[in-house]
């Protein structure tokens, strides 16, 4: 006989149900006994599942934002990456050399972010950020946090810091330099007290305490205290006393002209205090700022004849856009107060200067700007000799998308006798300065000239 499927099927289903009616009590009873013991076994596995899936909703988890790949949450905080890379190739000629170079201009990476402080209706907010030297050998200008870098406070009150950061003086006018970190950077002349490569109105001051205001009808105000954390100089001692806790004279910019790094003496800018503010106004097309900035006890005693005075800047300028096009102008007036001899006051001047942004479609922006710096009284160095200066920028930007453009950039510094200014100063990678002379001493009156093919990559 042939035993089909369903034949053994049935077979087997009636022999265990024979079995089954022929246990005995003590067999069903073992059985019961082993099934609440699985039922157990599954209750608790089921309550080790609950609480896991309960921690896993509560512990602090890294998760992309969509937005931005750079993005996360951690602990409940915002935090994100980003940076700037600005590289160029340069021609360059300063009167009297030409030479060849590659710049890495203002380029930076940073971690910022922020945490709500639960119902306070407060925010705290972070910021470290650091100069990425990207072309050149890294010094103490790309240390850890030498960029903007604070913790603070933000709520209904605006936002309150402390770190280092850029002025407000310095932040007032900013977005109405197109050429900035460029060769064509207006700091060759607006708030450069000096020549050379002394923007010292055009400053990121450590040690600060300062507030960001919220907008009113428009209106918004930026304010910083410096504490210059300096105490009086001890001449017999050779100590012309650095900052409590840094190792640069206060105002100075550890690689450049001007307050000189360790080793040497804080006598050519180091301040007691700095004190800066701003009244910015946006609406529409126009923007416009008020703009203040006071060093206080500033030792110049190792100029020809210096002494310590306060020196102070202040501005107005003016952005707006028609049609195509965003026309920007600011007029400057830096200021010493009394006690040195006018003949030896390069330090107090005026400064004009006029920007053109020109939107030519196909992604492309033409940009123009000239810069003007008056006669000073005089000058340690070179007397009452004229030392006005104009600076003429052009350039050419194309925006590949948001993040990669590309410029090409020619300057032109013209001055006058006396004038020692420098194309580049104040964030250029590698500025083009006044020639010196086999002892070392600045000629001046040089007339400085610069083309360059950059790119910019955001991210």
């Not at 079995?19 to 006994?33: F, G, H, P, R, Y």
């Not at 710049?103 to 945490?115: A, C, D, F, M, T």
């Not at 007029?331 to 107060?337: C, G, I, Q, T």
């Not at 194309?398 to 194309?423: E, I, N, P, R």
Request: negative net charge; charged residues 15%.
């Amino acid at each position: 006989m042939k035993i089909t499927p369903v034949a053994l099927a049935c077979a087997l289903i009636f022999g265990v149900t024979g079995n089954a009616l022929a246990a005995d009590s003590t067999e069903v009873e073992l059985l019961k006994q082993q099934m609440a013991a699985l039922q157990q076994q599954m209750a608790n596995l089921q309550g080790k599942l609950s609480a896991m899936s309960a921690q896993q909703q509560t512990a602090p988890v890294a998760t992309s934002s969509s937005s931005s790949p750079l993005s996360t949450k951690i602990a409940g905080a915002d935090v994100t990456l980003y940076g700037h890379a600005d590289l160029s190739a340069e021609a360059t000629d300063n009167g009297k050399e030409r030479t060849n170079q590659v710049s890495s201009n203002l380029s930076y990476v940073g971690v910022r972010g922020g945490k709500d402080l639960g119902n306070t209706g407060l925010r705290a907010v972070f910021q470290v950020e650091t100069l990425a030297n990207i072309s050149g050998t890294p010094t103490e200008t790309g240390g850890l946090a030498s960029r903007n870098s604070f913790v603070g406070l933000h709520g209904g009150f605006g936002t309150i810091m402390l770190g280092k950061t850029d002025t407000p003086y310095k932040q007032a006018t900013a977005a109405m330099d197109p050429f900035s970190a460029s060769v064509g950077d207006y700091n060759s002349i607006m708030g450069n007290t000096g020549g050379d490569l002394r923007a010292e109105f055009d400053a990121r001051l450590p040690h600060s305490i300062f507030y960001y205001s919220p907008t009113f009808s428009g209106f918004s105000a930026r304010l910083l205290y410096s504490p210059g954390q300096k105490l009086h100089n001890l001449a017999g001692a050779s100590n012309n006393a650095f900052p409590q806790g840094e190792k640069v004279c206060a105002g100075a910019t550890p690689g450049s002209s001007g307050s000189t790094p360790d080793g040497n003496s804080c006598d050519d800018g180091a301040f007691q205090n700095a004190y800066s503010l701003s009244l910015d106004y946006a609406a529409g097309p126009l923007t416009g700022t008020l703009a203040y900035e006071r060093h206080s006890a500033v030792d110049r005693t190792g100029d020809t004849g210096g002494i310590v005075s306060d020196e102070s800047a202040a501005k107005a300028g003016l952005s707006y856009r028609f049609g195509g096009n965003r026309v920007s102008g600011i007029v400057e007036k830096l200021y010493r107060d009394g006690g040195i001899n006018p003949a030896l006051n390069e330090r107090a001047r005026t400064g004009y200067y006029l920007s053109d942004v020109q939107d030519l479609g196909h992604a492309t922006d033409l940009m123009l700007a000239w810069a003007h710096a008056g006669q000073t009284p005089g000058g340690p160095d070179f007397g009452t000799a004229d030392d006005k200066a104009n600076m003429y920028s052009l350039g050419l930007k194309y925006h590949y998308d948001k993040q990669t453009s590309l410029y090409l950039v020619g300057a032109m510094l013209k001055q006058g006798a006396g004038a020692h200014y420098a194309l580049g100063a104040g964030g250029h990678g590698v500025a083009i300065a006044s020639p010196r002379d086999e002892s070392g001493a600045t000629i001046p009156g040089q007339t400085e000239k610069a083309l360059s093919v950059g790119m910019q990559y955001n991210f």
